[in-house]
């Protein structure tokens, strides 16, 4: 008789298990994540209670596939053009969490007594949330449709891209032993070449191969074709240095950009889901009881830190974006967990041989507590604002509103953009410079003294003297540079000290400070480094500013002139804003089932703006687009419709369309739709004509959503609304044209 493989033979085990387990959790309404790490448990080598795998090498090959196909997958739902319309909210937010959460797992980490790479991959295991945790969470209890959740889906994207970052940085620490500067920076740099080639790729070649070959694309081969494009770029990044995931998630990223985008994301979906759940059975196979009882203390520690630290975390890092106080809590408290990110770093840890195997288990266990509160959370969010609004000093919060305030004129006023774009330009400039200087005093005037036989504190000594000396009037730009004659903005009275202006200042200010740290950290012992850093801070800042800034004006007429925008050099006008806390309207796209009883109906007939107050801003059904749909358009089935409305308008739609499908965060490949706003001068030409006969809608291929008019709001207004001067106008719609008009 043919014996079986033991492949198959464990295969049916993981599976059959990973089957009724999640059965069983779905009738519980519980996350099927942790189903598959409860099976796992079952069928590893640390429960007797059935039959256990027999070959554990078969099922690590197995879930590295799983971690394959679960990022590709994951590149599948992320876009260069998604990335662009995250905005710098989401950004800020994710990054400030980030960096809290390293820092705080590193530290506690330390703390506990842990070595080195323990501590620093435990920061890397909290910093990234579970977006698979929070989709099924808030789809479940119904907060999709919630404004504050487009700030969670953005942050999630951030989070995902930095999370692959993490993996090649923790990749590079890991093979070094130690947090050596240049190995850092030598992968950093393979990775931005990498990069580079991903965004030509992906921008210039892949979607022009797909759109020519359409015609010979049939779902079989398009599977086969992305399939094998995803294995080839996994060869390719452990060729180059990197991790398979990084791989996985790029080739995912380009098809993203391609024609066959949701073709491809439509059928790798079942294979990303049996390989995810292999990837997960094989993490619960690694659940020690006897570890986790024996660090039961520290688990309960780590998820109460988790559970803290994101949550204060977060909404320290909304606020500092510009965000109300409520948008930050809720943010902060949705986002209080960890998931599928934290095991690929452990998993990573594990692989190199670098972290002790205690830290598995407990990571995991961690990330089942922590998904297991999150439902808890999310209902406790109002209740917890509504304690915090009442104990917060009247001062802070007025502090927090202002704030918010100014954050909501700045972000919509095209001008800050312009300054902004021309500032983080001499920003990156400037620190490409200073990085060059580095890079040659380190690698050539160090390498050139030691040859020379001089002692090598003293060749380090001569070298950071000179690094110092020839990179601080670059510091001094990236931190205090100006634009010409563009000071107007900074020095405006209507911005007060609480104004996002200086938090732009302390950024800059902070990313200088931490550019002359990791420079002098690689010439002397981190004390020593500490206390040049402050010396140089304050040398730059205060005693040689004004020397500093003739030297860096001198060189910028010079050679740095013609880096800058012509735009730059010009003060653009400047018109008094309104100070309306931000609007409580958002947009959320839905999905029309197919079996809804209105498809084929016109909108005239559904009254769906008179009965629910929400807009229908645009329909794309396949490639079609229809911005601004009239009353005479018909909803068809599988429409994608972006809809504006507030929380509950929102709620009372989603009950009306009647079905699952659908997201709180505008994703549409739709190119320049946006919400922008446009001030009514006297000079306008649509000014004392109404919405409809303004031609606004032919005008802006859009709508006005909302009028902002001597200090009140008026959302969704009617046509027959006049338009007046001083009138601010909210229009969803193309943006080239709205900011045209």
């Not at 779902?219 to 996985?248: P, R």
């Amino acid at each position: 008789m043919h014996n079986l493989p033991t492949m198959i033979h464990d295969l049916a085990l993981i599976l059959g298990a990973a089957a009724i387990i999640t059965l069983l959790f779905k009738k519980l309404k519980q996350p099927l994540v942790i189903g598959y790490l409860f099976a796992g448990f079952l069928v590893g080598p640390h429960c007797s209670l059935v039959v256990n795998v027999t070959d554990t090498e078969n099922v690590r090959l197995w879930s590295e596939l799983g971690v394959i196909f679960l990022l590709f997958a994951l590149g599948l739902e992320f876009s260069f053009k998604k990335l662009m319309r995250v905005g710098g909210a989401a950004g800020t937010t994710a990054i400030f969490e980030i960096l809290m959460m390293l820092g705080l797992g590193y530290l506690t980490g330390m703390i506990l007594g842990w070595n080195f790479m323990d501590s620093l991959f435990l920061g890397g295991i909290i910093s990234i949330s579970s977006t698979s945790v929070i989709l099924r969470t808030t789809d479940e209890l119904g907060y999709k449709t919630k404004r504050y959740m487009s700030l969670v889906f953005g942050v999630l994207v951030i989070e995902d891209l930095m999370a692959v970052l993490l993996l090649v940085l923790l990749s590079t620490v890991a093979l070094t032993k130690q947090f050596a500067g240049m190995e850092i920076f030598t992968s950093m740099a393979k990775l931005v070449f990498f990069l580079l080639i991903w965004f030509i790729t992906g921008v210039f070649i892949l979607p022009s191969f797909l759109k020519k070959a359409q015609h010979l694309l049939t779902e079989e081969t398009v599977l086969v074709i992305s399939v094998g494009l995803c294995l080839g770029m996994v060869i390719f990044a452990d060729k180059v240095g990197f991790s398979a995931a990084l791989g996985a998630f790029v080739t995912g990223s380009l098809l993203a950009e391609t024609i066959e985008a949701e073709r491809i994301h439509h059928l790798i979906r079942p294979v990303r889901d049996l390989f995810s759940a292999v990837f997960f059975v094989s993490i619960g196979m690694l659940i020690d009881p006897a570890i986790i009882q024996e660090h039961f203390g520290i688990v309960l520690l780590l998820s109460f830190i988790v559970i803290v630290g994101k949550t204060l975390s977060v909404m320290g890092g909304a606020l500092l974006a510009g965000q109300t106080l409520r948008t930050a809590m809720q943010t902060g408290m949705t986002l209080s967990q960890i998931g599928e990110f934290s095991f690929i770093i452990a998993t990573l840890g594990l692989s190199f041989g670098v972290i002790s195997k205690t830290l598995y288990p407990i990571a995991v266990a961690v990330s089942v507590v922590t998904t297991f509160t999150t439902p808890y959370m999310l209902r406790s969010m109002d209740t917890a604002y509504r304690l915090l609004e009442r104990k917060l000093p009247t001062s802070w919060s007025g502090l927090i509103t202002r704030y918010s305030q100014q954050s909501v004129v700045l972000s919509s006023n095209r001008d800050w953009r312009i300054l902004v774009k021309a500032y983080m330009t001499k920003i990156i400039l400037n620190s490409v410079v200073a990085i060059a200087v580095f890079l040659f005093t380190s690698r050539w005037m160090l390498t050139w003294l030691l040859e020379r036989q001089m002692d090598e504190g003293m060749a380090k000594l001569i070298t950071l003297s000179l690094t110092l000396l020839l990179s601080a009037p670059f510091l001094w730009a990236v931190a205090f540079g100006k634009i010409k004659n563009m000071d107007v903005f900074t020095l405006r009275g209507d911005l007060d000290k609480n104004s996002p202006n200086y938090v732009f200042l302390i950024s800059r200010m902070m990313v200088a400070v931490v550019l002359i740290g990791v420079m002098v950290a690689q010439f002397v012992q981190w004390q020593w480094a500490l206390a040049i850093t402050l010396w140089m801070t304050a040398a730059v800042g205060f005693v040689l500013y004004r020397y500093l800034e003739k030297i860096y004006q001198w060189f910028e007429s010079h050679f740095l002139g013609n880096f800058h925008d012509e735009s730059n050099h010009r003060a653009p006008p400047l018109k008094p804003k309104s100070m309306l806390a931000p609007w409580d309207a958002h947009i959320t796209e839905f999905v029309i089932p197919a079996e809804a009883n209105f498809v084929g109906r016109p909108l005239m007939d559904l009254s769906i703006r008179e009965k629910y107050g929400v807009i229908i801003a645009l329909i794309e059904r396949g490639r079609r687009r229809i911005s601004a749909p009239g009353r005479d358009e018909m909803l068809m089935p599988f429409d994608k419709l972006s809809v504006i409305g507030t929380d509950e308008q929102l709620e009372k739609f989603k009950n009306f369309i009647g079905n699952d499908r659908m997201g709180g965060f505008f994703v549409s490949n739709t190119k320049n739709f946006t919400l922008e706003k446009v001030e009514i001068m006297q000079q306008s030409e649509f000014l004392n004509k109404n919405i409809r006969e303004s031609g606004l809608r032919e005008a802006t291929s859009g709508l006005v959503v909302g009028i902002e008019r001597a200090g009140q709001r008026m959302l969704n207004p009617d046509s027959h609304e006049l338009i007046l001067v001083g009138d601010i106008l909210w229009i969803v719609g193309d943006r080239e044209k709205i900011l045209a008009v």
